[in-house]
């Protein structure tokens, strides 16, 4: 492994750090909205943005030209229930032992805490000096209890499309008008 010597060092990173929802069984275990967490950051050298998202199948690694993000980051921000902004730190200097997604945005960071969820990294993030991005409907916590009644609905069994739709801010799907279904 080569290493740069400490004068040709580059600052830290800084990172956007996405918290969302998941599909997966296990999501019904964890925090309603903190069931994934994924990260992009701006290579400048490269000029290209890279976004880094475990996954159940390994790692994906999306690498995009600038103007090719302004989408992706829009549908990120969307997708999203929270976002930090966050400065990589270099005290780790391994893997977790855990291989999973909070493990694998935790080496990333260069973070060592106790986190093993989502939600747990959201608020060790927190402590750690990450800042807020502004969110679509982040109002007053307005999208954190959007996410808990679309997780309601999803137990009970409700027409998921119109309740995610409802959770998005976005026009209800044809055939799922309020109070139908």
């Given at each position: ?17 996405f918290f969302g929802p998941t599909e997966t069984a296990w999501g019904l275990l964890l925090r309603p909205g903190f ?60 893997m977790p032992a855990a291989a999973f997604c909070v493990g694998t945005i935790k080496a990333l960071l260069g973070v ?70």
């Open positions: 492994m080569v290493t740069a010597a400490p004068e040709d060092r580059q600052p830290p990173r800084l990172w956007l750090v069931g994934h967490v994924s990260a992009a950051a701006w290579f400048a050298d490269q000029r290209r943005w890279v976004h880094v998202a475990p996954a159940l199948g390994g790692l994906v690694v999306e690498v995009w030209r600038s103007e090719e993000f302004d989408v992706r980051y829009a549908q990120l921000l969307v997708g999203s229930t929270a976002a930090l902004r966050f400065r990589a730190v270099e005290r780790r200097k391994g060592r805490c106790r986190a093993t969820t989502p939600w747990g990294l959201y608020r060790a993030l927190g402590r750690l000096g990450a800042e807020p991005v502004d969110l679509p409907g982040s109002e007053d916590g307005e999208r954190i209890r959007r996410w808990k009644s679309w997780r309601r609905g999803r137990a009970a069994g409700g027409d998921r499309a119109r309740v995610r739709d409802a959770v998005r801010g976005a026009a209800p799907a044809a055939g799922g008008a309020a109070g139908g279904g």
